[in-house]
């Protein structure tokens, strides 16, 4: 199960982090992204992570701005936000994929698996 936190109301400029937090698998065998789906929009793919941590891809509307990061203590995994614009508003949804084998260790996968329910993230002056 992936449950995500952190969404809410934010102005242009600021910042926000997401969290996913998995329960009933163990997240450092897994290749992770964040997704996101504004209104009347199809789902863009925002940031992925490997399983290994060392292929991170980013949407092109966010690279330089948000960063995706993992923490296999607590089994959770973010979206750190940065220089929102209103043009992030949208439900953020997490997903992971695995447990990867070796030699996929290193690639973002094409499908997920396993979503959380989504968080709502509204960037508005």
């Known amino acids: 199960q992936l449950v995500e936190s952190g969404g809410g109301s934010v102005h242009p400029g600021g910042s926000l982090r997401l969290s996913c937090r998995a329960s009933?698998?163990?997240?450092?065998?897994?290749?992770l992204a964040w997704f996101r789906q504004a209104p009347g929009k199809e789902r863009e793919g925002v940031a992925c992570?490997?399983?290994?941590?060392?292929?991170?891809e980013y949407g092109g509307s966010v690279q330089g701005r948000f960063t995706i990061s993992r923490d296999s203590a607590k089994n959770t995994f973010y979206l750190q936000m940065e220089n929102v614009k209103p043009s992030d508003t949208a439900l953020y949804y997490c997903?992971?994929?695995?447990?990867?084998?070796?030699?996929?260790?290193?690639?973002?996968?094409?499908?997920?698996?396993?979503w959380g329910r989504g968080t709502q993230v509204t960037v508005s002056s």
């Open positions: 997903a992971t994929e695995g447990p990867i084998l070796s030699p996929l260790v290193d690639v973002c996968p094409d499908e997920f698996g396993f």
């Open positions: 992570m490997s399983e290994s941590g060392n292929t991170i």
């Open positions: 009933g698998i163990t997240l450092a065998y897994y290749a």
